[in-house]
């Protein structure tokens, strides 16, 4: 229950903020949380105006590399979780 209170309150505006500012929406959907909300609400806007496409692709690219990392995270520590939850079971 917690995974879907998680997914509504922080990965859905990740989300939705990531796919405004050009990045993958769905690597940001489990980006850690209230981390990843802050991190993808100040990384620079790829699809900002006045920014060359070289640019625009370079932010696009570091956002999306920085929330499959934080992605990664999150999925990661939910697996030692669950582990350490399956063993105390035992």
Not at 34 to 49: D, M, N, P, Q, Y
Request: aromatic fraction near 8%; charged fraction near 15%; charge should be positive.
């Amino acid at each position: 229950m917690g995974i879907i209170i998680g997914l509504i309150i922080f990965g859905i505006p990740s989300a939705i903020i990531a796919g405004n500012k050009g990045f993958k929406p769905l690597r940001w959907l489990i980006a850690f949380g209230f981390i990843g909300l802050i991190t993808v609400s100040c990384l620079s806007s790829a699809k900002k105006e006045g920014v060359s496409p070289g640019e625009a692709r370079e932010r696009a690219e570091r956002a999306d590399s920085i929330g499959a990392w934080l992605c990664g995270a999150n999925l990661t520590l939910s697996f030692i979780f669950i582990i350490i939850a399956i063993g105390m079971d035992a």
